[in-house]
């Protein structure tokens, strides 16, 4: 079970590294945003276990999927990428 919650959180990491990435302007592969945001959704549907922390999850997927196409404010770029560091982070102690 210990095993399964540190890849949980090594996915937050790895999802928090693409924001910040996306903050400071480092050119992405588009499919390493589609993997992360595919990764971030795929752990949003906890969700319907009842892990209220998931809608964090599915709200950074849906931020990765608009980062495509648009350029976001700072701040929607920011929020998710302190959350998810701070999942990540958690999840190792």
């Known amino acids: 079970m210990m095993v399964f919650v540190k890849i949980l959180g090594a996915i937050d990491l790895i999802s928090a590294i693409v924001f910040l990435m996306l903050i400071f302007g480092a050119s992405l592969p588009l499919q390493l945003m589609l993997f992360a945001a595919g990764l971030l959704f795929a752990k949003g549907l906890f969700i319907i276990t009842g892990d209220m922390l998931s809608v964090v999850d599915l ?3 849906l931020l990765l999927i608009f980062a495509i ?3 976001l404010p700072s701040i929607l770029l920011w929020i998710p990428t ?5 999942k ?3 999840s190792f102690i």
């Open 88 to 90: 990540g982070v958690v």
């Open 69 to 71: 196409f648009f350029t």
């Open 59 to 61: 709200f950074s997927s």
């Open 82 to 86: 302190f959350l998810l560091l701070a």
